[in-house]
């Protein structure tokens, strides 16, 4: 397998906090990936690092084996899609699908004729007079039609509908089948995408926590609830991710538990039910906060 | 989709279900890897590895440069490991239960008569299983 990016040791400080702090991780090629955390959990930055719109503070990145800083070669293979992107004053979605030619080599306008009609853009409102959700459209299409080798959706659909979404998510899955090629996707609905995702990284107050193949992750947790002695008897020496108690019933979110285990919680007479991906990633979340609110 | 359980897990089992349930027929192509993956919205990675599995178990088999078919005798293979999950997974289970509740053989095998019969006096909820 080719690993299309390589961060190691990676820190980005402004003043003296820290939006990436210490993040090593690889993307391989032609996979999917989930960039996934809270707001400001420090995902955006990543990726402007990645793409070499912000310069780290320390730690090494290599985009397709080079640094990415300043670096055309490694940059014409790259797509960012922002949230929030910018058009020169006066811009008309046409004009917007006229220049992305120039910057992504790999450009399909047929792909992108058929994504304007499946979103009906106005090719010729003026982008400021774009609804929010026409807007995100406009940079969805030009994420897909790029064909970029390595793509990057930061929560690319503010104001699209569910319809829209589904429609993002079928053809990227479409043309990926097609067309592969290394996405990294950053979202918060990670029930919606979940399934689309072959691998996913978790980052949390700028630390990578989760670093895995969805496959893996899904169905590696465990909740078992019971009585708080039961429950804390069986968790004793286990991987618990989280924990809750009401009076005395006590829920245990305990990660790799595999059917030996389960059989086991079940005979000490604890309940056992499965955790979603969305589930553990929130319980893995809240976990660090937690932690950080105890050592301050 | 179940989320909690791996996805090509399920996949797999889809397909299964499809050959048990004569959907699909022995000796005829079933979609690609793509297809499944377009289907069921999910990786094209993930619905491989489904597709796998069965290639691996022996119920579907490739032939170069055509596709993925279902092999010859999969049906009755899939019908024997089904018949042994069903014990582990739902009679054995159920004796454990009986056992706690005092129910002797005799009576559980009465109970089961008597909603085989009354299963196949209302047919059409049996296949809601």
Redesign the interface.
Known sequence: MTTVVEATGLTKKYGKFAAVDDASFRIEEN??YGLLGRNGAGKTTIMSLLTAQVFASSGSIRVFGQSPVENAEVLGNICFIKESQTYPEDFRPRHVFASAPWFFPNWDQDFADRLVADFRVPMNRRIKKLSRGQLSAVGVIVGLASRAPLTFFDEPYLGLDAVARQTF??RL??D???HPRTVILSTHLI?EV?????HVIVIDDGRIIIDEE???L??SATIVAGAKSAVDGFVAGRDVIHREAIGGLVTATVSHLDEAGRSAARAAGLETS?????QLIVRSTNLSESEEGQKS | MDESRPIFLQIAEAIENDILAGVLLEETQVPSTNEFAAFYRINPATAGKGVNLLVDDGILYKKRGIGMFVAAGSRARLVAKRRDQFEAEYVQPLITEAEKLGITGPQLEDMINRNRAKQSAHPDKEQAV
């Open positions: 996979r999917i998510y079928d899955l479409e990926f089948a097609e029930d979940s399934n689309l995702l072959e969805s496959e893996d899904r169905g499965p955790v979603s991906l969305q």
